[in-house]
């Protein structure tokens, strides 16, 4: 993906558009940009949310499940009580 195509992408998902926001979540989960993916979180994108909570659960990083589930992302409450349960 070109600079052009992404800040075109960048534009529309200031302007609101979910799969905009959602492509450069997925962009950014390809290029292991955490940051990236977090800041889109912060945004409101649910699919950052998806994409952090699976990393997150994978290493089994408490601590981050929960920065995930404080920013709004319910399903990150939801794996962090499963971790725990058991």
């Known amino acids: ?15 609101g558009n979910e799969r905009a926001m959602d492509r450069l979540a997925d962009l950014a989960d390809a290029r292991d940009d955490v ?10 994108c649910v699919r950052a949310g998806e994409l952090l909570t699976r990393r997150a659960a994978a290493a089994r ?17 939801d794996v962090l009580d499963r971790l ?3």
């Open 35 to 44: 940051q990236e993916l977090s800041e889109l979180l912060d945004e409101g």
């Open 1 to 15: 993906m070109t600079e052009v195509d992404r800040e075109t992408l960048r534009a529309l998902a200031d302007e």
């Open 84 to 86: 725990l349960a058991g």
């Open 61 to 77: 990083d408490l601590l981050e499940l929960q920065r995930i589930a404080d920013a709004g992302y319910e399903e990150a409450a």
